[in-house]
């Protein structure tokens, strides 16, 4: 791939600053299946790094309850359109900046609620959001080289669900991937070995 620009990815653990961390539920907290979500984000390059364009997450029941898109902080170097399926056009009006999302999932989730994707570390990287729970496809269904390896969820859609995702040009869709997801956990489920 060439470029005008050079792009990075790099985080420094040691400084977490804008991070954020899901709060402990109140004492009578019963979860349930309101509890579980499931979450994909997209990103773009700017001056600053790697930064959030746009999050979906779904319900259990594989409805969007959120999809919003999201006002990088830093001057856009890069759209990534290719595979964000983000535009120019697409942010011009948007206004919706990194800490409104954060205060929006912080009212969503708690510590307990569960939390399902595809690498979700790239995503809570892009979200500055730290959380414990969660159910992470592509460790449930693990590359056969090990890890670093991983499998590509277009890849586990195919041989586990039978279904073609990510074909459009314009780039991936966050709420089809969530969905995507559920529906691999589910199939888990259903045909794990005990």
């Not at 830093?74 to 399926?85: A, C, I, K, L, Q």
């Not at 999932?105 to 959001?129: P, Q, R, V």
């Not at 279904?163 to 529906?183: F, L, P, R, T, W």
Request: charged share 25%; hydrophobic share 35%.
């Amino acid at each position: 791939m060439y470029a005008n620009y050079h792009v990075s990815s790099f985080m420094d653990y040691d400084d977490l600053t804008g991070f954020v961390k899901t709060i402990e539920p109140a004492e009578d907290f019963q979860p349930s299946k309101k509890d579980v979500f499931a979450l994909d984000c997209e990103m773009c390059y700017t001056t600053g790094g790697l930064e959030l364009t746009r999050v979906t997450v779904v319900d259990i029941n594989e409805k969007t309850v959120y999809d919003t898109l999201v006002k990088p902080l830093n001057r856009v170097v890069d759209y990534n359109t290719r595979f964000s399926g983000i535009t120019e056009d697409m942010l011009r009006k948007t206004t919706t900046t990194l800490h409104n999302v954060q205060a929006v999932l912080l009212s969503m989730f708690n510590s307990e609620t569960i939390l399902i994707g595809h690498s979700l570390e790239s995503d809570f990287k892009a979200l500055k959001l730290i959380h414990d729970v969660v159910v992470d496809t592509s460790v449930l269904y693990p590359h056969k080289m090990g890890p670093p390896k991983k499998r590509a969820l277009k890849t586990l859609c195919i041989e586990n669900l039978k279904k073609i995702i990510q074909e459009n040009d314009a780039g991936h869709d966050s709420a089809e991937d969530s969905v995507v997801c559920i529906q691999l956990i589910k199939h888990y489920l259903r045909n794990r070995i005990l």
